[in-house]
Each structure stands twice: as structure tokens, then as C-alpha cells.
């Protein structure tokens, strides 16, 4: 049984412009003069402020849905809305993104790093600069605005890349296994990182990750899906209290989570 955890902080929920919509969905793609459907009938409704996670099974199509939600990729039919209007095209306003691979220039310093994309929009020099410190202070990175890439840890590049991925203030927040190269213990801590400036923020998250355990940990909800061509078979509502603590994943309630997340993707990799 978990036991009750203090009451969260109120957060401060973004307002309709945080809200997801994907409507039938489906995506096909050609190689060596194949076509392959990769997406079936895909529909979600995600509501404002909400954390969702999404999980399936290997090359089932969850990274190529989340570049179509944030515009990058173009679906083969069906409509994706961020905020009430069609995400046909990166809209960093609407949407921040960070991928898996921090990607930053090692040329430029953390806060160069993330004043980049606000100076490809021309903002002036002290707003971006101001705007940069802000968000890299939030991600607990402050004190290292001055330091290159190679100064830094893996956790600590992904910081700097959650950083840029906000400094626009989007209301949307997607990212694509942002920890995935990282060792298990920055891993669980960077997700306690994510969760601080969720709960301070108030953004929508979505979020992809082969792990069943950070699924669990993080989510309001988790969107499993199927083998090729991906289709959604299960939404799970975690009930787990907030604040989220380590003691949850030993609790029987976490491990039931995790097995009825598993016992799909087991069965959808043995057909």
C-alpha cells in the first residue's frame, strides 16, 4: 500500500494552448521500393498540464509520432492539434522539443547554447541573455552559464538541452528519451529534475521512453502502444500521490503498473 505523501504545491496549469489533440492518425513511409505502414488509426486527447508518457516495443513508431506532434515529420493522413490549431511545422512557441542526443555546439558556451534559437529569431542581445540565465538557473544549472560542452556531465548537457527546450516558453514540452544514454542513477535523478520544473512550470509533457520504471515513475498517464504499425492498445491512469518518491518503486502498487505495462509489450514482441 503507498502511503500518503505530503501534498504537492498548487501548480500553475497552462491554459488551453497546453492541450494535445491527434485525430486518425496514420503514417506510411517507402524503402528499398517497400511500403511500409508504421502508424494505424492513432487518436489521443491530451489535456493541459498533464504528464504523458509513451512506451512500446522497439521500432513500433513512438519517436515518429512524437516528431509529428512537435511538426518536424508530416503524417501521411490525419490531424495533429497543439494548442487548438494544425502542427504542420516546428512551432517553437507552441511547442519545445529535446531529443535524445543533447546536441549541443561544443563551440558555444551553456548559455550560448541556449540563447541559440532566440538569436535565430533576432531577439535582442540582453533579452536572450536574460531570458538564457533564467532557464538554465531552473534546470539547476546556475553558476555554469560560462562552461563549454566538454565541461560538462551527460546530466548536465541534457539540462543545458531541457533549457533550450523552454526558453522559448512553449506551453508543450516533448521529448524523445532524453535519458536514455545516461547511467541509471543520473537517469532517476534527472527525472526528479523534470518533474521539479514540471510541477513549477506548469507545462503539458510528453514524453517517450523504453523504460517501464520511468514510465511509471513520472506519468499522469502512459499511452502503450503496439508492434508495427503502432496502434494504441492500452491508457493507464498512474495513481501513484505526487510528490513522487523512490520508496514508490517498491511498492506493490508500482510493480502492478509496471507488469500490466509489460505484459502487453511482451506479447505484442512474441508475435
Known amino acids: 500500500m503507498v502511503e500518503a505523501a505530503a501534498k504537492p504545491p498548487l501548480r500553475v496549469?497552462?491554459?488551453?494552448?497546453?492541450?494535445?489533440?491527434?485525430?486518425?492518425?496514420d503514417h506510411t513511409y517507402s524503402a528499398a521500393g517497400r511500403v511500409t505502414q508504421a502508424l494505424a488509426d492513432i487518436r489521443i486527447s491530451i489535456k493541459?498540464?498533464?504528464?504523458?508518457?509513451?512506451?512500446?516495443?522497439?521500432?513500433?513508431?513512438?519517436?515518429?509520432?512524437?516528431?509529428?506532434?512537435t511538426g518536424?515529420?508530416?503524417?501521411?493522413?490525419g490531424t495533429i492539434l497543439c494548442g487548438g490549431k494544425p502542427m504542420t511545422e516546428p512551432d517553437p512557441d507552441r511547442v519545445g522539443v529535446v531529443f535524445q542526443e543533447a546536441s549541443l555546439y561544443p563551440w558555444l558556451t551553456?548559455?550560448?547554447n541556449v540563447e541559440f534559437p532566440l538569436s535565430l529569431r533576432g531577439v535582442a542581445k540582453s533579452e536572450r541573455a536574460a531570458r538564457a540565465r533564467?532557464?538554465?538557473?531552473?534546470?539547476?544549472?546556475?553558476?555554469?552559464?560560462?562552461?563549454?560542452?566538454?565541461?560538462?556531465?551527460?546530466g548536465m548537457k541534457q539540462r543545458v538541452s531541457i533549457a533550450r527546450g523552454l526558453v522559448q516558453n512553449p506551453p508543450i514540452?516533448?521529448?524523445?528519451?532524453?535519458?536514455?544514454?545516461?547511467?541509471?542513477?543520473?537517469?532517476?535523478?534527472?527525472?526528479?529534475?523534470?518533474?521539479?520544473i514540471w510541477q513549477e512550470t506548469g507545462k503539458t509533457v510528453v514524453?517517450?521512453?523504453?523504460?517501464?520504471?520511468?514510465?511509471?515513475?513520472?506519468?499522469?498517464?502512459?499511452?502503450v502502444m503496439s508492434a508495427r504499425p503502432g496502434r494504441i492498445i492500452d491508457r493507464i491512469e498512474v495513481d501513484l500521490p505526487r510528490p513522487r518518491t523512490y520508496a514508490m518503486m517498491a511498492t506493490p502498487r508500482f510493480a502492478e503498473l509496471r507488469e500490466r505495462i509489460w505484459s502487453q509489450i511482451k506479447t505484442q514482441a512474441s508475435e
Do not use: N, W
Open 173 to 196: 514540452l516533448m521529448l524523445d528519451e532524453p535519458f536514455a544514454a545516461l547511467d541509471e542513477q543520473t537517469r532517476i535523478s534527472m527525472g526528479d529534475e523534470l518533474l521539479r
Open 110 to 112: 551553456a548559455q550560448d
Open 72 to 77: 518536424l515529420v508530416t503524417p501521411t493522413s
Open 13 to 25: 496549469v497552462a491554459s488551453l494552448s497546453g492541450a494535445v489533440e491527434v485525430k486518425d492518425l
Open 134 to 154: 533564467e532557464k538554465l538557473a531552473l534546470v539547476g544549472l546556475k553558476g555554469f552559464e560560462d562552461r563549454y560542452p566538454h565541461e560538462l556531465s551527460g
Open 48 to 69: 493541459p498540464g498533464r504528464f504523458v508518457v509513451v512506451v512500446g516495443p522497439s521500432g513500433c513508431g513512438k519517436s515518429s509520432l512524437l516528431m509529428m506532434m
Open 207 to 223: 514524453f517517450v521512453t523504453h523504460s517501464l520504471t520511468e514510465a511509471a515513475y513520472l506519468a499522469d498517464e502512459i499511452i
